[in-house]
């Protein structure tokens, strides 16, 4: 195999991404290559294109987010695909929803600053779930009496709902009115899960909108669903 050209390393790019099951960076992939065999970076961007190009009219495409590139199937067969898990679609509160949102649109913000935006207490059930989630994190604290603790969204965040950045985000524009049910979600593609937005920093509450959804990656077995 000449890995030197981009179109004999393109299917071994797609193995390796069909036998992680999660996105993996350029970095990860170069280290996957000893180091006299390793293609250079102007060659892995080719064949990471020509991969995505072959993707074209099949049920999976090549997506790149937060964390790197990944395999995932096409949102428009999700509704038959989801029929492969018995489960239900786990629901989530209008207040965690509103909470995430504020996070994603707002960041870095306290729990007392989301309080102050919803009106009502933040249960720290909450802001625990959503750290065991691995969406927010804690990136340090408010210069204020108490020293209350910000938060900020994670590259898992991103990853989840289908983002490379924030800047992936949907305008407020695009947001409508929330509605507490299975699965509400960020505009996006397979690959993703719930989230609602509550406005950017610059512009205040915002609203979102929600879909049943599940996201869909790739394992060794092949192509297939998988809840986060």
Not at 40 to 57: D, H, I
Not at 147 to 158: E, H, N, S, V, Y
Not at 206 to 220: L, M, N, T
Request: glycine letters at 8%; hydrophobic letters at 35%; aromatic letters at 8%.
């Amino acid at each position: 195999m000449n890995l030197t050209e981009s179109r004999e390393l393109a299917p071994l790019l797609e193995a390796f991404l069909l036998a992680s099951g999660k996105p993996q960076s350029l970095e990860r992939l170069f280290e996957l290559f000893e180091e006299g065999e390793r293609p250079e970076p102007p060659v892995f961007r080719k064949a990471l294109e020509l991969l995505r190009k072959s993707c074209e009219g099949r049920a999976f495409e090549l997506k790149e987010v937060a964390s790197g590139y990944r395999l995932q199937i096409r949102e428009k067969y999700s509704p038959w695909v989801g029929r492969l898990w018995e489960e239900r679609p786990q629901r989530y509160s209008r207040a965690m929803l509103e909470t995430m949102a504020l996070i994603a649109y707002r960041q870095p913000i306290t729990r007392g600053e989301i309080e102050d935006v919803r009106g009502v207490a933040v249960n720290s059930h909450i802001v625990k779930t959503l750290l065991e989630r691995e969406w927010i994190r804690v990136v340090g604290y408010r210069e204020v009496p108490g020293r209350p603790a910000m938060f900020a969204t994670t590259k898992g965040f991103l990853d989840h709902f289908n983002l490379k950045n924030l800047d992936d985000l949907p305008p407020l524009a695009e947001l409508r009115e929330l509605e507490p049910g299975p699965h509400p979600r960020l505009r996006r593609c397979p690959g993703t899960g719930p989230f609602a937005g509550v406005g950017r920093r610059k512009c205040g509450a915002g609203r979102a909108e929600r879909r049943d959804q599940f996201p869909y990656v790739a394992d060794g077995t092949g192509l297939h669903g998988r809840r986060s």
